[in-house]
């Protein structure tokens, strides 16, 4: 019986794969052989859920068995002794034969029975036939962000994806789509699932971030296209929070949305996730503390060694115990830097998930910027000069001079120029500056008590930003910064709290000015005078700064206010865009190139970038693609531009996987809909919809074994009673009495 059950589910098996091969020839347009029974959509035929319970049906055999080993017991005969009696040896082969057929026939069926019940037969619904011979369109999201890359993740997620595509019908189209920060068709809605299957091996992990709604909303526009059918998403993910913006996320889905979690319930993890460093350095020497962030997103405390590597040297190394949940910094300093770029990464002992275990920085090594000061009298400058070298760092290299005795020479080898109280220039000076600025100069003028606005509209009226009007002031009274624009550079700084107060600044005189048409307006008196004027010039920037840059008509230099301001002019007049790195995805622009004079870029791997590889048409902007070091070939030499993965990926913490099925649900869905979608993690374990016959077999392998035990009852004790109507034999001892 064993074999004939085996045989039987070897044809079956069989069976189905050549019906499968049979519909597969057919929909790649071989020729197949008609059959009206097999187009029928209407056609329902038995299944079963769970086939490989038909196996029970080897238990059969028991009651066979127990019909043929049970032996039927000796009736007991009182005897006195066996003194008298000789034992003579007898030979006797007994065959033994099935009693009781209909009992057995009744044991057997009520086995046959509860086995089928556990199978789950059901017969299918005329509908669902027909919706699966039209077949579904199935489209597979496959995660491919860093956290995939934490221990197995990925491989399991990969034989997830061949479980769905084995268990699919062969008549369901089925596309494959890999989603991070955005998402990439790797093969179109297809009944080739051959061909989808090895699509699946030349998938690897990426070091992008997740975002959940831009990969659903590549399955919906994929899904947009597709012939009538059921539609289907399968999400294979590790499901972290990180990757949902419940804010901006959720929308109707145009299908149902099955998830399937690859990720472990504990995971581990230590990162490097963030660096405090001054990015351009102008003395010879990193004088200044470096803090590099260590974060475990653990549940346990880890230890680590931290090393900071600069140029490919190892400048420092670190012991660090860090709890669960918790950020520790660590601090480096004191090491020496070269000209140029100076390429650093902060580094960690590996884990189970590496990609984030370097963080990659550049600090600049860059000589002062050249601030020329032309003052009308000495000492006029003096709080300027203070303001100017209060950091070890100092970025500026200034040279005061009197205004008379500025030459051409002084004026091209600074990098910005303030004009501090000066009534009057040559007007060959002023066509100078002119010029000067509009190479890309930056140029900051303070009138002061000295200046007229006679003589100053004359000689600056095409370089001012403003026209200048009477003199208010010096007076008793004053008046108070009424307001500036906090979105402005200069000023953004001090628009958070307690990032500074212009309130209690006193300003006795100023110059009233109107602005010119190109102007702007960066910060206005109580009374409406403009106080701070801005105006690019060709390539380079005026600023207008009515009152004075001394304590004659302000207490301004007596404020704490005073030093950031001198700086975050002197900023804007010539900004510095270095940034100590960079993240993945992020649009950087390249120093110095224009669409006439490139500058060559390499990536980290060593390729150089072109039009439509992340470089943009006019090669201006390019778009990090890779972790590391991007170089730059200008024509003072190499330059490098660091980029790092995003950090939010290296928290694993989960999100709730129902709350997110039920966000995209969409609003035709119910409550119990949405339930059921959460619940199945695979297609192979959809319930399909039709009659199920597991039950009522059920109910009636219990009948029937209910009718056997009374019915074994009942042949038991009819035994009993037959064996208790058989007279008693007398005793021996009275038949030798009797003869004698």
Same mark, same amino acid.
């Given at each position: 019986m064993?074999?004939?059950?085996?045989r039987?589910?070897r044809?079956?098996r069989?069976?189905?794969?050549?019906?499968?091969?049979h519909r597969?020839?057919?929909?790649?347009?071989?020729?197949?052989r008609?059959?009206?029974?097999?187009?029928?959509p209407?056609?329902?035929?038995?299944s079963f859920?769970?086939?490989w319970?038909?196996?029970?049906?080897l238990?059969?055999?028991?009651?066979?068995i127990v019909?043929?080993?049970r032996?039927?017991?000796?009736?007991?005969m009182?005897?006195?002794?066996?003194?008298?009696?000789?034992?003579?040896?007898?030979?006797?082969?007994?065959?033994?034969?099935?009693?009781?057929?209909?009992l057995l026939?009744?044991?057997?069926l009520?086995?046959?029975?509860?086995?089928?019940?556990f199978?789950?037969?059901?017969?299918?619904?005329?509908?669902?036939t027909?919706?699966r011979?039209?077949?579904?369109?199935?489209?597979i999201l496959?995660?491919?962000?860093?956290?995939?890359q934490?221990?197995?993740?990925?491989d399991?997620a990969?034989?997830?994806?061949r479980?769905?595509?084995?268990?699919?019908?062969?008549?369901?189209?089925?596309?494959?789509?890999?989603?991070?920060q955005?998402y990439?068709?790797?093969?179109?809605?297809?009944?080739?699932?051959?061909l989808?299957?090895?699509?699946?091996?030349?998938?690897?992990?990426?070091?992008?971030?997740?975002?959940?709604?831009?990969?659903?909303?590549g399955?919906?526009?994929?899904?947009?296209d597709?012939?009538?059918?059921?539609?289907?998403?399968?999400?294979?993910?590790?499901?972290?929070?990180?990757?949902?913006?419940?804010?901006?996320?959720?929308?109707p889905?145009?299908?149902?949305?099955?998830?399937?979690?690859?990720?472990?319930?504990?995971?581990?993890?230590l990162?490097?996730?963030?660096?405090?460093?001054?990015?351009?350095?102008?003395?010879?020497?990193?004088?200044?503390?470096?803090l590099?962030?260590i974060?475990?997103?653990g549940?346990?405390?880890q230890s680590?060694r931290?090393?900071?590597?600069?140029?490919g040297?190892? *400048?420092?190394e670190?012991?660090?115990?860090?709890?669960? #949940?918790?950020? !520790?910094? =660590?601090?480096? /300093? $004191?090491f020496?830097l070269?000209?140029?770029?100076?390429?650093?990464i902060?580094?960690?002992?590996d884990?189970?998930?590496?990609?984030?275990?370097?963080f990659?920085?550049?600090?600049?090594?860059?000589?002062?910027?050249?601030?020329?000061?032309l003052?009308?009298?000495?000492?006029e400058s003096?709080?300027?000069?203070?303001?100017?070298?209060?950091?070890?760092?100092?970025?500026?290299a200034?040279?005061?001079?009197?205004?008379?005795?500025a030459?051409?020479?002084?004026?091209?080898?600074?990098n910005?120029?303030?004009?501090?109280? *000066?009534?009057?220039?040559?007007?060959?000076?002023i066509? #100078?500056?002119? !010029?000067? =600025?509009?190479r /890309? $100069?930056?140029?900051?003028i303070?009138?002061?008590?000295?200046?007229?606005?006679?003589?100053?509209?004359?000689?600056?009226?095409?370089?001012?930003?403003?026209?200048l009007?009477?003199r208010?002031?010096?007076?008793?009274?004053?008046?108070?910064l009424?307001?500036?624009?906090?979105r402005?550079?200069?000023?953004?700084?001090?628009?958070?709290?307690?990032?500074g107060?212009?309130?209690?600044v006193?300003?006795?005189?100023?110059?009233?000015?109107?602005?010119k048409?190109?102007?702007?307006?960066?910060?206005?008196l109580?009374?409406?005078?403009?106080?701070?004027?801005?105006?690019?010039?060709? #390539?380079?920037?005026?600023?207008?700064?009515?009152?004075?840059?001394?304590?004659?008509?302000?207490?301004?230099?007596?404020?704490?206010?005073y030093?950031p301001?001198?700086?975050?002019?002197?900023?804007?007049?010539?900004?510095?865009?270095?940034?100590?790195?960079?993240?993945?995805g992020?649009?950087?622009?390249?120093?110095?190139a224009?669409?006439?004079?490139?500058?060559?870029?390499?990536?980290?791997s060593?390729?150089r970038?072109?039009?439509g590889?992340?470089?943009?048409?006019?090669?201006?902007?390019?778009t990090?693609?890779?972790?590391?070091?991007?170089r730059?070939?200008?024509?003072?030499?190499?330059?490098?531009?660091?980029?790092?993965?995003?950090?939010?990926?290296?928290?694993?913490?989960?999100l709730?996987?129902e709350?997110?099925?039920?966000a995209?649900?969409g609003?035709?869905r119910?409550?119990?809909e949405?339930?059921?979608a959460?619940?199945?993690?695979?297609?192979a374990?959809?319930r399909?919809?039709?009659?199920?016959l597991?039950?009522?077999?059920?109910?009636?392998?219990?009948?029937?074994?209910?009718?056997?035990?009374?019915?074994a009852?009942?042949?038991?004790?009819?035994?009993?009673?037959?064996?208790?109507?058989?007279?008693?034999?007398?005793?021996?001892?009275?038949?030798?009495?009797r003869?004698?």
């Amino acid at each position: 019986m064993t074999s004939a059950v085996m045989r039987a589910l070897r044809r079956s098996r069989w069976r189905a794969l050549a019906d499968r091969s049979h519909r597969g020839m057919s929909t790649r347009g071989r020729p197949s052989r008609p059959s009206g029974r097999e187009d029928d959509p209407r056609r329902r035929v038995m299944s079963f859920l769970n086939p490989w319970f038909l196996i029970g049906t080897l238990s059969l055999v028991i009651p066979v068995i127990v019909h043929l080993v049970r032996r039927e017991r000796a009736r007991r005969m009182p005897f006195p002794s066996l003194l008298f009696l000789r034992q003579i040896p007898q030979k006797s082969v007994r065959r033994r034969r099935l009693r009781h057929l209909l009992l057995l026939a009744l044991r057997c069926l009520a086995l046959l029975l509860l086995v089928l019940a556990f199978a789950r037969p059901f017969i299918p619904q005329a509908a669902e036939t027909d919706a699966r011979e039209r077949g579904r369109n199935l489209v597979i999201l496959l995660d491919t962000s860093y956290s995939m890359q934490y221990g197995d993740r990925f491989d399991r997620a990969r034989r997830e994806a061949r479980s769905v595509i084995a268990s699919a019908h062969p008549k369901d189209r089925i596309a494959v789509m890999t989603f991070s920060q955005g998402y990439e068709l790797r093969r179109p809605l297809s009944e080739h699932h051959e061909l989808v299957l090895s699509d699946l091996d030349e998938i690897r992990p990426t070091i992008r971030a997740t975002d959940y709604g831009q990969a659903l909303r590549g399955a919906e526009s994929v899904l947009a296209d597709a012939e009538e059918g059921e539609n289907v998403i399968v999400l294979i993910s590790d499901f972290q929070a990180s990757g949902w913006d419940r804010a901006r996320d959720p929308f109707p889905l145009n299908g149902r949305l099955i998830p399937i979690d690859v990720a472990r319930d504990e995971s581990t993890n230590l990162a490097c996730t963030d660096i405090g460093l001054s990015p351009v350095v102008y003395a010879p020497k990193y004088e200044e503390t470096l803090l590099a962030k260590i974060t475990n997103f653990g549940d346990r405390r880890q230890s680590t060694r931290v090393r900071l590597w600069l140029n490919g040297h190892l *400048v420092g190394e670190r012991r660090l115990e860090l709890e669960a #949940r918790a950020s !520790r910094a =660590v601090e480096f /300093g $004191g090491f020496a830097l070269l000209e140029g770029s100076n390429r650093g990464i902060v580094e960690i002992d590996d884990d189970a998930l590496s990609v984030d275990n370097r963080f990659f920085f550049v600090i600049e090594k860059v000589d002062p910027l050249a601030v020329l000061d032309l003052e009308s009298m000495r000492g006029e400058s003096f709080y300027l000069e203070q303001a100017l070298a209060v950091s070890r760092n100092n970025p500026y290299a200034l040279t005061v001079k009197p205004a008379g005795r500025a030459s051409a020479v002084d004026l091209e080898r600074a990098n910005i120029v303030i004009l501090n109280d *000066v009534p009057q220039m040559s007007r060959t000076m002023i066509s #100078r500056l002119t !010029r000067w =600025v509009k190479r /890309g $100069g930056g140029l900051l003028i303070a009138p002061g008590r000295r200046v007229t606005a006679k003589t100053f509209n004359r000689a600056f009226a095409n370089l001012a930003p403003a026209r200048l009007e009477e003199r208010v002031g010096p007076n008793r009274t004053f008046e108070l910064l009424a307001q500036f624009d906090a979105r402005h550079p200069i000023f953004a700084p001090f628009s958070g709290p307690r990032s500074g107060n212009f309130s209690q600044v006193r300003f006795y005189g100023h110059i009233r000015a109107t602005a010119k048409e190109t102007a702007t307006v960066l910060a206005r008196l109580a009374g409406g005078d403009p106080l701070l004027l801005e105006q690019s010039l060709g #390539r380079g920037r005026v600023i207008l700064f009515t009152s004075s840059l001394d304590t004659s008509w302000n207490d301004l230099p007596l404020s704490p206010m005073y030093v950031p301001l001198v700086h975050q002019l002197l900023r804007r007049l010539h900004p510095m865009d270095v940034r100590g790195w960079y993240s993945l995805g992020e649009a950087i622009r390249i120093p110095g190139a224009t669409p006439q004079t490139p500058v060559p870029v390499d990536t980290p791997s060593e390729r150089r970038l072109r039009p439509g590889d992340g470089l943009s048409p006019d090669g201006t902007v390019f778009t990090a693609r890779e972790q590391g070091f991007y170089r730059l070939r200008t024509g003072d030499g190499e330059r490098y531009i660091a980029v790092n993965v995003d950090v939010r990926e290296s928290n694993l913490q989960k999100l709730n996987v129902e709350e997110l099925v039920t966000a995209f649900g969409g609003s035709s869905r119910g409550p119990r809909e949405r339930r059921e979608a959460t619940s199945s993690l695979s297609l192979a374990e959809e319930r399909p919809k039709g009659r199920t016959l597991g039950w009522p077999l059920l109910v009636a392998a219990i009948i029937l074994f209910i009718v056997e035990g009374v019915w074994a009852k009942w042949l038991r004790d009819g035994a009993s009673v037959s064996e208790a109507s058989i007279p008693k034999a007398k005793p021996h001892s009275a038949i030798l009495s009797r003869t004698m």
